[in-house]
């Protein structure tokens, strides 16, 4: 019985952006899961999103959320958490973008394995979709699984038994796929935050790639970004 | 050329113990490597480490020393960052025990792994060894060798075709091997630091698992631990 209760604890990591909050929206409403929310406070430049991950976590009434404080910053490598600009307006392109952070979603991932651990539950969650793994190699199904298998290999729930899943809903959906589905599912995307560099009242500049992305999504949909008018 | 130097360059963590300063004496003296070396700041009771661990970092020369923070003690569930005692003169067990940190080599080697992309380094170098995977499941090779294998997916620099590499020259060898080995290499054991629960000043207690294994280790040698003098 216990095993079987475990089963149905997910950790969804949430960064307060659109993806996450689908993913979430998901584990909660269509998987029926106990969730547990994690975010991450990582020097990154859209701070707005972690205000904006626990208004979620709460939408969705999540068991705990949690927010992890972890210095990327002193890492640097990347537009999102050091000195360099941020991209504007720039063309489709596969290759590794500047907003990459080395490693970053194997660190949140390893930190949310510890809090699923504590926790006793051996789904993780995350938004991970093919729009992202284009460009950021740590959101590929081979990362993934390959993640889940270091998991269960390395930490004592895996050593007892636990099998640790990754799980990426989202992987195959384009971003006007994912808003349909988190609108079906009561997402309230005014909620969330995807800009990479927001001004200081935390509004979205409108031309990063997030942004793009975003508004082309809701486009797509025939739909308006509820954040749209919010734009400079 | 550029690929030959880079393949030089080490992460070793360093967290000021007996362990990774011997690691870190093997990388740079033995090996010759380029070393980078990765202190975390977890909320850990034996804070006094960081510092062994700059002091240590500076006395083999790495060519940088950085403190990464990251609030374990939000994630719980250890006597090592949460409010539960360490254990004092128990039996040998080969149960986990209660100073195990969920996921806390992974959660470091992550990090590790983002430092290393970031300074170009392709090995990373830890002191896990035999006295430690009989209780810690992230201490094991078999995770080591996964977690290299997932880091290669899951960065820049490993989709790049960097080949990852977790080296962990420790592995085999018992605690007075270990000091046997560090001594031969000229690491000045005053300087770390082991103690799970040291006094306000940083002084090691003595009776806790860490305190016994080095004070054994250094008995079978013949020697007598520097830090001896300072048990209360």
Redesign the interface.
Known sequence: MKQTAARERAVVLLSGGLDSATALAWASKEKQWDCYTIAFDYGQRHHVEIQASKQISQAFEAKKH???????H????SSLTSEQDVPKDQAETFA?PST????????F???A???A??VGANKLVIGANIVDYSGY??C?P??LN??A???A????A??EGVGFEVVAPLLNLDKAEIIKLGLSLGVDYAMTRSCYDPDKDGQPCGHCDSCHFRMQGFAQLGQQDPLLSLVK
């Not at 002193?74 to 490598?77: F, N």
């Open positions: 949690q927010v992890i404080a972890v210095d990327l002193a890492i640097g490598g590794i990459y952070v080395p490693a970053r979603n194997l660190i991932l390893s930190l394995s510890a809090f651990e504590t190699p740590d590929r081979e990362f390959s993640f298998k270091t998991v290999l390395g930490t004592k895996g050593v």
